[in-house]
């Protein structure tokens, strides 16, 4: 796999090189120079083989031999050990459920795939990785239980205090080993703020091996690919072939997977992108013109994001052609008024009791519907378990959880954090002296 960054089409990268940079030095996203199309006849015969099989076959034809097949093959085995099971509500109206994996949100697909892949290129006896992460909350226990017991690695997670749900807390805090959280007296922007400078201090850099578990890492795009393909395999054996897919968008890493996938050759009718008021790109598509603006904090919090990271990915996979983008693109934009009726809404139609991001897309696909009817399935995606989000679910819906195995022994554990004040120095002391 050869990729070049979207700020300069000249450049080339070796895979490994992009999976430690996460970013290039020009600041612009690491993309492939070739899109590889899968066989038309893997496609057409896809519900024949089970989610590993056709990750291990989309794995392969896009970073090719810079992983041989046999460790790829391993390190899927070992990243996707859980499903992403398409349940149906009605004849047309499908859930695909991303959070079965450790971490109970779509975000395991991506962590669990990059960790491995960096702990396969950390060779023996080279330094230890040090990853360092700041998160609002889904990231952060993605990335804790992804690297948890990878040889060669280290996680340190930034975390707002307070600003985390009790699930969210005692994934990022209850693992020991290599995991190590940092509980920051101040908002998810300062502990960005934080990794941010760490990365940009020479001394740290000079003594530590460091790297981001950035959501823009190419690792961590790939995989999500994987699930996309998996739900199609899924509808076909069920007789259906013609998909809509609706996707809750923050930084827009899980559509962009999407659209690679359909490049790729994966037939999907069209892609919808539900937002929260966060709405840059739906803006977008209706001028034309892209204006970031600063985040709102609203109930779908992982999706809070005013300048989607992704979206230049997007923008490259059309060519910078808005029309033809539109042509495969819809999106719409909800408050949080909204997102409430959307949880109460599926509540009371399926009785599926769906997390604030997940209402969303439900929405979205709703709305979608409405304004383009058809015979097709419409998909939206579950991004996160409904109980790592208790304070944005109405109380009566939220006793309606049916809780993960898992949930009730990680409030047994015992909290390890230690707290850090929004000062970079304490910061960089702390990261020097627990070596
Ligand atoms: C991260 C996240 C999203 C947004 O995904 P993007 O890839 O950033 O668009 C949506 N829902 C949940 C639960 C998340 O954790």
Not at 203 to 210: A, H, I, P, S, T
Not at 280 to 306: C, E, H, I, W
Request: glycine share 6%; hydrophobic share 40%; net charge negative.
């Amino acid at each position: 796999m050869i990729l070049y960054s979207t700020n300069n089409k000249d450049l080339r990268v070796s895979f490994q090189e992009a999976v430690f940079n996460s970013l290039p030095e020009d600041k612009g996203l690491y993309m492939p120079v070739h899109i590889p199309t899968l066989d038309p006849l893997f496609i057409q015969n896809i519900q024949q083989y089970n989610l590993q099989e056709i990750a291990l076959t989309v794995a392969h034809a896009l970073i090719g031999d810079d992983i041989p097949q046999e460790d790829l093959k391993k390190i899927i085995d070992e990243a996707i050990n859980f499903d992403a099971p398409v349940k149906l509500l009605d004849p047309q109206t499908a859930v695909l459920e991303l959070f079965h994996g450790p971490s109970y949100a779509f975000k395991d697909f991506g962590a669990r795939f990059m960790s491995r892949v960096m702990g396969y290129f950390s060779k023996q006896g080279e330094q230890l990785l040090d990853v360092l992460v700041a998160t609002s909350g889904d990231t952060g226990g993605a990335v804790a239980l992804g690297f948890l017991g990878v040889a060669g690695t280290r996680v340190t997670i930034l975390y707002p205090k307070g600003k985390v749900s009790k699930v969210q807390e005692e994934q990022l805090t209850t693992n020991g080993q290599n995991i190590r959280a940092l509980e920051v007296d101040g908002t998810f922007d300062d502990c960005q703020a934080l990794v941010k400078e760490a990365f940009g201090d020479a001394e740290l850099n000079g003594k530590l091996r460091l790297t981001s578990a950035n959501s823009i890492n190419i690792a961590r795009l790939i995989p999500q690919t994987f699930y996309y393909f998996w739900a199609y395999a899924q509808l076909k054996t069920q007789g259906i072939d013609q998909v809509v897919f609706t996707v809750p968008s923050g930084n827009f890493g899980n559509i962009g997977a999407g659209l690679l996938a359909y490049k790729m050759g994966l037939p999907v009718k069209h892609f919808v992108a539900g937002t929260n008021v966060n709405d840059t790109v739906p803006r977008f598509l209706t001028s034309g013109t892209y204006s970031p603006k600063s985040s709102v904090q609203t109930l779908s919090n992982a999706m809070d994001v005013g300048n989607p990271s992704n979206w230049v990915r997007i923008q490259d996979l059309f060519h910078h052609n808005l029309d033809a983008l539109k042509a495969m693109v819809t999106s719409y934009t909800y408050t949080d008024r909204a997102t409430q009726e959307g949880m109460d809404e599926l509540y009371e139609k399926y009785k599926y009791v769906a997390c604030p991001h997940t209402a969303i897309a439900y929405l979205a696909a709703e709305a979608y519907r409405k304004d383009n009817p058809g015979a097709y399935a419409s998909v939206f995606l579950s991004t996160a378990h409904a109980c790592k989000f208790p304070d944005a679910i109405d109380a009566d819906i939220f006793e309606k959880v049916d809780w993960p195995a898992g949930a009730e022994k990680l409030a047994e554990k015992e909290k390890q954090a230690a707290a850090l004040s929004t000062d970079f120095a304490a910061f960089k002391a702390y990261l020097l002296t627990n070596l």
